[in-house]
């Protein structure tokens, strides 16, 4: 079945960069979305189709794709962005969808 | 404004069938391109899609889930139904349903219900 890899975690100071990256075979022909879980919340949307920001999402948000990765970045981290989140796409068929295994941000 | 709320048993059986029903407003499943989605999230692990249905009827389902899964939808009534068989103590999670659209067609799963918790236990 197919999958999409993410890291456990990723660690940043407030205000630096982070970076979350999500590999997946078939991301090359296929979209990626982002969402963002925090605590006990029912998860939120912030990229879809690889780079789209969904409105009220900060530009700080920014995301791409490049070959089997895409990647999220939040510019400026904050200690609010702290949360999970999970990469999400289909796979070649575009009938299977997945999340990733999830990464957690921490900002401190 | 757009809102989806799951309903069902917080505790089951193994063994039993688990039959969850998401209500919304703000969109109707009879537009074209509108589809409703089921996730679940055991406790403390990752989120995992199980189901989709679309406007036009068609059912998507997770291929390892496929035989013990069934969505289905009341128009008239806003909701989206989803059954699952032989419940074990493994699919113990909070169960989502959530609003998207068709590969490529805007943004997907935008708006989530707050969660259903199911405990699987005897």
Sequence with gaps: ?108 | QVTLRESGPALVKPTETLTLTCTFSGFSLTTNGMCVSWIRQPPGKALEWLARIDWDGDEYYNTSLKTRLTVSKDTSKNQVVLTMTNMDPADTATYYCARTRPYGSGPALDFWGQGTLVTVSS
């Design chain 1, 1 to 108: 079945s197919y999958e999409l890899t993410q890291p456990p975690s990723v660690s940043v100071s407030p205000g630096q960069t982070a970076r979350i990256t999500c590999s997946g075979d078939a991301l090359p022909r296929k979209y990626a979305y982002w969402f963002q879980q925090k605590s006990r919340q029912a998860p939120v949307l912030v990229i879809y189709e690889d780079t789209k920001r969904p409105s009220g999402i900060p530009e700080r948000f920014f995301a791409f794709s490049s070959g089997t990765k895409a990647i999220l970045s939040i510019s400026g981290a904050q200690v609010d962005d702290e949360a999970d989140y999970y990469c999400y796409s289909t796979d070649s068929s575009g009938n299977q969808w997945v999340f990733g295994g999830g990464t957690r941000l921490t900002v401190l």
